[in-house]
């Protein structure tokens, strides 16, 4: 996480620690595993996930496109004020999720709208994925 965080593609960094992890095993060997385990996990993962992402990252879309996560989230501004950014973004997160929206979705609704939130109070962007967690995990 410390990597990913620090600007390092995902896409690079999971099989590089995948293979450091059969390293550090030290009992498998390491080619066949990251060939015949990891990828085979890996494909199973993204041939399953694919369509929920794609579907969740278009609605997302659609919903910061047409306005509609920003009225609910400016809404929820309104009524707490401007510098409770934080609180605001879990709120609007929670009534999303509990709403029906899947976790991915809001996610990727309210990103723009919080991000925009965030820098206008002053909250450092790295609390960000915070706060959507918290509003969009409990509903699970």
Known sequence: M???YRGITVLLLAPALAML???MSGELPVLATYTQVFMKSLGNF???FFPLFLLGA??????ADSGSARIIAERIVLSLGAKRAMLSVVL???VLAY???SVFVVAFAIYPIAN???HKADI?????????ALGGLPTR
Do not use: D, S
């Open 116 to 118: 925009a939130l965030f």
């Open 99 to 101: 709403g029906g929206v």
């Open 124 to 132: 450092p962007k790295r609390l960000l994925p915070g706060a959507i």
């Open 92 to 94: 609007a997160c929670t």
């Open 46 to 48: 993204v041939t399953v």
């Open 21 to 23: 992890a059969v390293l």
């Open 2 to 4: 410390y990597l990913a």
């Open 58 to 63: 278009i609605f997302g879309k659609v919903m």
